[in-house]
């Protein structure tokens, strides 16, 4: 058997094949597989194929597996580095995610389609629907996410714009465009955004910034600072209190509400927490909560089978801001 001219990429062609082209419900008897080396100007003998089989298995971790079905034996891939149901809980994240542009979505769903097969991979093209989901526009967020880790890494400062949108969609630059200076220590997502918590050299209290709203911070040569106190800050903790990462005063605050209700109660603070009776339909439980409008919205949004109890000016901010909801309502007719 003369020798391909692609001969020293043999192995590496063969790997490709078997990921490429077989998965635990598609296979390629050894005639296939050799048919499709040919395509790439490549031939072996079955033994080399063996031997190169147990060198994936051996050297990459790829299992490839025989199956005999009547007189034919078919080969393929068994154990992969990501299975086709972690790709998909991957492919999901990426497409609810806000903070991942439309345009970025697709091309990390493109490559992450990679490692799986071709025929799984026409399985995920049926679920992928990025179209139309609200997007973040600030394309620049994967160097700002890099950026900050780089910051944190060298224990560094970093600088930034910041901005807000306004109703004609452009963008209002806070601080009259002058850089904000923080101290990063650490990346969450809360409510399918980006936020960074650091500490504010000004106020001396560890703040949240969207990263979608950050105009291109920047590493600085100046070593952070709020080290004890962002130790002491339970993150945990911290994204259960802060509603959608709006600010606010932290408080605790008691809730009645139905019984019913619990599992809402459950999906947001945790198990951790603790119901208090107080009949037999109804039951209430202390919680820290940053007070902001986000949290009240939510509050209302719960509808009639949940109300706040204490404390005091808590309550008559919920009643303030119900009556100027229906004033404004009334002004609308």
Known sequence: MSKGTNQKFKFTYLMQIML???????????????????????????????????????????????????RETYYH??????????????????QSSKFISERKSRELIKKIKGFVSVHQANQLQRQVFVQGRIK????SIYYSVDEIHNAIAHNRKIRFRYFHWQPDKSQYILHGGDYFVVSPWALTWDDEYYYLVAFDDFSKNCKHYRVDKMIKPEMINEKREG??????LDMAAYSKATFGMYGG??????????????????????????FIPVDEKH????????????FY?????????????????????????????????????
């Open 283 to 294: 039951s209430e439980l202390n919680v820290d909560v940053f007070v902001s409008p986000q």
């Open 227 to 232: 080290e004890e106190e962002f130790r002491d």
């Open 20 to 70: 490429e082209k077989t998965d635990d419900e598609h296979a390629l008897t050894m005639p296939q597989i050799m048919e499709e080396l040919e395509k790439h100007d490549v031939t072996a003998e079955r033994k080399s194929i063996y031997t190169d089989f147990q060198d994936m298995t051996d050297k990459f971790g790829i299992e490839i597996l025989k199956e005999k079905v009547g």
């Open 249 to 274: 005063n932290k408080k605790r605050v008691k809730i009645q509400f139905h019984n019913k209700m619990s599992g809402v109660f459950i999906d947001r603070f945790g198990k951790d927490i603790s």
């Open 297 to 333: 919205g939510w509050i209302f949004g719960l509808g009639k089978d949940v109300k706040i109890v204490s404390p005091a000016e808590v309550v008559e901010e919920v009643k303030n801001l119900a009556k100027q909801f229906l004033e404004n309502m009334e002004g609308n007719k």
């Open 136 to 139: 973040t526009m600030n394309e």
């Open 77 to 94: 891939v068994g154990t992969r580095e990501f299975e086709l149901a972690e790709v998909k809980l991957l492919i999901d994240a990426i």
